[in-house]
């Protein structure tokens, strides 16, 4: 093992902070070992704050349709080769109805920014959920909206939200999204949410095009300000109808690194093992939870669509029903030590 190395993930578990120096030397030197010693730490953090109770989130993908035309994600409004659908009020409820039968109490509603869905129109969905099953959270990830909008799907009920920053730097953000789209805009979003009192999410993807250990840097000085209750993190991987279809994968032992690294420096967080990682290598979620994840999220939405919301090529579970797919991940973490639990999963704040 890197002696400095270690010295220097001991140091972040320890103070849960590095100088921009101590980031830079970790990311470009790390060796598999140091790897495998962070996520032993990593664990043992999650284990003290979390216990060995893994938390799932139902999600329910309900718009395939987006306004947006970010070069990566197979949504893109210039794919025109994808079969585009919405789900319903009462179909997305009944995806909620199914998952709370199956022992969700999180229901995370995700889709492109389709415009069509209004902001009455998720605070009528939220609020109905909520009142069906007042011990549920539920989770927005639906883009950039103004802050009247946030402040309208708070009050309707709304607990948290996710909104992947995708990367600190400026720069890189314009190499990933049209000149239309802003990066301040993105930040600013965040900041609102927080203001708001969501639980809310930011996070990267790793090994996205033109990324640079500058960014994953930056990338980790801003999380560890910014303090997000959640934190998204999982490999690039390209679709082939978008501008990046020849673009290498992320890397997937990066990506566990990372996972550690983010636990290490903030411990009580809530970090998926995400379908990307599970994507990338068929334990891929296993090895998020050993690294230090502590969250699944398992799709529950209509098996007809699945195929339809394809942000990268090959994504796995998107033939299983919602029922098949919870008891999968159950026997998946039952195998590595850990339980899945009837539980809204909430972060423990200090």
């Known amino acids: 093992m890197n002696q400095n190395n270690k010295m220097i993930i001991d140091k972040l578990a320890g103070t849960h902070e590095l100088t921009r120096d101590e ?38 993908e309900f718009s395939n349709i987006c306004r947006n035309n970010c070069y ?69 990830s639906i883009g950039e909206k103004n802050y009247e909008e946030y402040k309208a799907y708070r009050e309707a009920g709304a607990d948290r939200y996710l909104l ?32 708001l009192g969501f639980q809310t999410g930011c996070g990267i993807m790793i090994g996205s095009p033109y990324q640079t250990t500058d960014c994953i840097v930056d ?6 300000d910014f303090k997000p209750e959640m934190i998204g993190l999982g ?15 992320g890397s997937y032992e990066l990506t566990l690194f990372l996972i550690s690294l983010c636990r290490l420096m903030l411990p009580n967080v809530l970090l998926p093992a995400t379908t990307a990682l599970g994507t990338i290598k068929p334990d891929g979620r296993e090895q998020g939870v050993l690294a230090g994840a502590n969250v699944i999220m398992p799709n529950l939405s209509p098996v007809k669509t699945r195929d339809k919301y394809m ?34 999963g909430d972060y423990k704040g200090k």
């Open 23 to 60: 980031w830079y030397t970790l990311l470009d030197t790390y060796t598999e070992e140091d790897r495998l010693y962070a996520a032993s730490l990593a664990r043992e953090v999650t284990d003290r704050v979390y216990g060995k109770d893994i938390f799932i989130r139902g999600i329910v």
């Open 72 to 140: 990566y994600c197979g949504l893109r409004a210039g794919n025109d080769r994808l079969e585009r659908y919405r789900l319903t009020e009462d179909e997305i409820f009944e995806c909620c109805e199914s998952g709370y039968s199956y022992g969700f109490r999180t229901f995370v509603l995700q889709s492109g920014e389709d415009l069509t869905y209004d902001t009455d129109t998720i605070c009528r969905i939220v609020r109905r959920i909520k009142k069906a099953y007042p011990d549920t959270a539920v989770t927005l």
């Open 164 to 195: 992947r920053h995708e990367t600190a730097s400026k720069p890189h953000y314009e190499r990933l999204h049209p000149e239309e789209m802003s990066w301040d805009n993105r930040i600013r979003c965040l900041h609102d949410l927080k203001s």
């Open 219 to 224: 990338d980790m000085i801003f999380m560890g």
């Open 235 to 249: 490999p690039f991987l390209p679709h082939s109808d978008t501008p990046f279809k020849d673009e290498p994968k």
């Open 311 to 344: 942000l990268y090529d090959n994504k796995i579970c998107t033939g299983e029903s919602s029922s098949e797919c919870r008891g999968c991940i159950e026997k998946r973490m039952e195998a590595i030590g850990y339980n899945v639990v009837i539980s809204r």
